[in-house]
């Protein structure tokens, strides 16, 4: 939950209330300025809405360290049907797709019951997870997990523990969780079949360094669709200087291609802009595909040749996975729509 801003301090100390209500936190509250980043609201305002609960007696405070705990009012049955969306940082930071397919799946889950909460934890996503996991999940016993870009760490984790997790994207190789996620494999061979039928036969794909599942997934079809075409993949630094510099070591190479696949949009913007900069004319000397869409790629010219996921599709597959009471191993897969583009032509 997010306050809005009408007595800014009032409505975030309602929202705090909520959660201790729903027993989020055990003996104590997280720091002021954690509290900040995941209310979106600033510091002062967070210390102002603890004050205000330190004022009822619901937290006690200690010196040098967080807020504690004084007693936690709970609700029956709070924690049956509720779902939990793991994220890395704040939603506002996302793009707007992903945005959109969070606040529609919050609709659909809280119109038929559910509660739904976001938890926002960094450490969850780094390379020994354990220690947050163990935390997270102790003070939500039988919520419903959401697992948002995860790590193959996390993945591991909730499936050695047994606890009810759905990915919201791929899962990494060995792991069995349930899963919505767009066709990446597909949808990276139906890319390499439009190359390869226009005559391209020098390809590359362009994508970061993060080891996301669906990134392999996106590899594998795209190599499947190239149909014996040279494919050179190629990872980067997940910032604008990566890109570049992949780019630009691509077209000094002694045989540079004639066709780049590019996973991510922020990406696609950041590879075009430098090459029209370069002189490149696209479509021309370079073809240019990318795989996913956000609306801000229809304001570009050249506009990208691309493909469109469905967020409300996502978010449908999404909520009907958690609210079902069994859901071991099952796989949902959307499939995007094509956009044609102008980036795209013959070799």
């Given at each position: 939950m997010i306050p809005q801003r009408v007595s800014i301090i009032d409505q975030t100390a309602t929202v705090l209330r909520e959660r201790l209500d729903c027993g989020e936190w055990h003996s104590s509250l997280p720091g002021e300025i954690q509290l900040a980043s995941e209310l979106q609201v600033g510091r002062n305002t967070v210390r102002s809405a603890l004050a205000i609960l330190e004022s009822e007696g619901r937290l006690s405070r200690r010196n040098g360290r967080r807020r504690a705990i004084n007693g936690q009012p709970s609700k029956t049955g709070s924690n049956k049907r509720r779902v939990i969306l793991l994220?890395?940082?704040?939603?506002?930071?996302?793009?707007?797709?992903?945005?959109?397919w969070i606040a529609e799946t919050q609709n659909r889950l809280e119109s038929i019951g559910w509660q739904f909460q976001l938890s926002i934890e960094p450490a969850a996503y780094r390379n020994r997870p354990s220690a947050c996991?163990?935390?997270?999940t102790a003070g939500a016993p039988?919520?419903?997990?959401?697992?948002?870009?995860?790590?193959?760490?996390?993945?591991?984790?909730?499936?050695?523990?047994?606890?009810r997790a759905v990915l919201a994207g791929s899962r990494h190789i060995g792991i069995t969780l349930p899963q919505v996620d767009s066709d990446l494999r597909a949808v990276s061979r139906h890319a390499a079949g439009q190359f390869v039928a226009y005559g391209h036969r020098n390809l590359a794909i362009l994508r970061p360094d993060d080891a996301f599942a669906g990134d392999s997934e996106s590899v594998a079809g795209f190599q499947e669709g190239a149909r014996g075409a040279l494919v050179r993949d190629i990872q980067f630094p997940n910032e604008p200087r990566g890109v570049i510099r992949a780019v630009g070591q691509l077209l000094q190479s002694s045989k540079p291609p004639t066709g780049l696949y590019i996973l991510h949009p922020e990406h696609c913007v950041t590879a075009i802009s430098y090459l029209l900069c370069q002189g490149i004319a696209l479509p021309g000397r370079l073809s240019v595909i990318c795989r996913d869409d956000e609306p801000y790629?229809?304001?570009?010219?050249?506009e990208p040749t691309r493909y469109r996921r469905n967020p409300?599709?996502?978010?449908?597959?999404?909520?009907?996975?958690?609210?079902?009471?069994t859901f071991s191993g099952k796989s949902i897969r959307i499939m995007p729509i094509s956009v044609p583009g102008e980036t795209l032509s013959r070799k």
């Amino acid at each position: 939950m997010i306050p809005q801003r009408v007595s800014i301090i009032d409505q975030t100390a309602t929202v705090l209330r909520e959660r201790l209500d729903c027993g989020e936190w055990h003996s104590s509250l997280p720091g002021e300025i954690q509290l900040a980043s995941e209310l979106q609201v600033g510091r002062n305002t967070v210390r102002s809405a603890l004050a205000i609960l330190e004022s009822e007696g619901r937290l006690s405070r200690r010196n040098g360290r967080r807020r504690a705990i004084n007693g936690q009012p709970s609700k029956t049955g709070s924690n049956k049907r509720r779902v939990i969306l793991l994220l890395s940082r704040p939603v506002g930071e996302f793009t707007p797709s992903t945005i959109l397919w969070i606040a529609e799946t919050q609709n659909r889950l809280e119109s038929i019951g559910w509660q739904f909460q976001l938890s926002i934890e960094p450490a969850a996503y780094r390379n020994r997870p354990s220690a947050c996991l163990n935390f997270l999940t102790a003070g939500a016993p039988g919520a419903v997990w959401i697992l948002h870009r995860s790590t193959v760490a996390m993945q591991r984790w909730f499936q050695d523990q047994g606890l009810r997790a759905v990915l919201a994207g791929s899962r990494h190789i060995g792991i069995t969780l349930p899963q919505v996620d767009s066709d990446l494999r597909a949808v990276s061979r139906h890319a390499a079949g439009q190359f390869v039928a226009y005559g391209h036969r020098n390809l590359a794909i362009l994508r970061p360094d993060d080891a996301f599942a669906g990134d392999s997934e996106s590899v594998a079809g795209f190599q499947e669709g190239a149909r014996g075409a040279l494919v050179r993949d190629i990872q980067f630094p997940n910032e604008p200087r990566g890109v570049i510099r992949a780019v630009g070591q691509l077209l000094q190479s002694s045989k540079p291609p004639t066709g780049l696949y590019i996973l991510h949009p922020e990406h696609c913007v950041t590879a075009i802009s430098y090459l029209l900069c370069q002189g490149i004319a696209l479509p021309g000397r370079l073809s240019v595909i990318c795989r996913d869409d956000e609306p801000y790629l229809a304001l570009l010219t050249p506009e990208p040749t691309r493909y469109r996921r469905n967020p409300q599709a996502m978010a449908s597959k999404l909520a009907s996975l958690v609210a079902r009471p069994t859901f071991s191993g099952k796989s949902i897969r959307i499939m995007p729509i094509s956009v044609p583009g102008e980036t795209l032509s013959r070799k």
